[in-house]
């Protein structure tokens, strides 16, 4: 993906899309007329833009997800600590939980995910 970037709209648009895909381009219409108060145009025109950058694909009047949600944001993700803590999850994490506490269940749920993550090494 060339680019990875949602700007506030386009990320209602994309849940839009995310939630029903594969969805005709007259049903993206109706849902993006109703729930963005969107013209058919601006559907388009926003519709063609995330195309470009790889995440959603138009053909035949059909929209088809190309990057997952879940698989866009984990790449996100992974670029902002690449960028902007040179890769390291420690330092993103401790700059993260600094100025916030954690709950017992947020710590048990942070070890849960470690302890699995070793377990898949071995």
């Known amino acids: 993906m ?4 949602l700007g506030a709209v386009e990320a209602r648009f994309a849940d839009i899309v995310w939630a029903g895909a594969p969805l005709s381009t007259a049903e993206l219409v109706r849902r ?3 729930e963005l108060q ?6 388009y025109t926003v519709l063609k833009r995330l195309c470009e950058r ?8 059909k929209v088809t997800v190309l990057i997952g949600r879940g698989d866009f944001y984990a790449r ?9 803590f040179q890769g ?3 330092a993103f994490f401790a700059a993260f939980t600094s100025g916030k506490k954690l709950s017992q269940k947020d710590i048990d749920e942070l070890q849960a995910m470690i302890d699995s993550l070793k377990g898949s090494e071995e």
């Open 2 to 5: 060339s680019d990875l970037r």
């Open 32 to 34: 993006c007329e109703k």
């Open 38 to 43: 969107w013209k058919r145009t601006t559907t």
């Open 54 to 61: 790889g995440i959603f694909k138009l053909e035949d009047g």
């Open 76 to 84: 996100k993700s992974a670029e902002f600590v690449e960028d902007s």
């Open 88 to 90: 390291s999850l420690p």
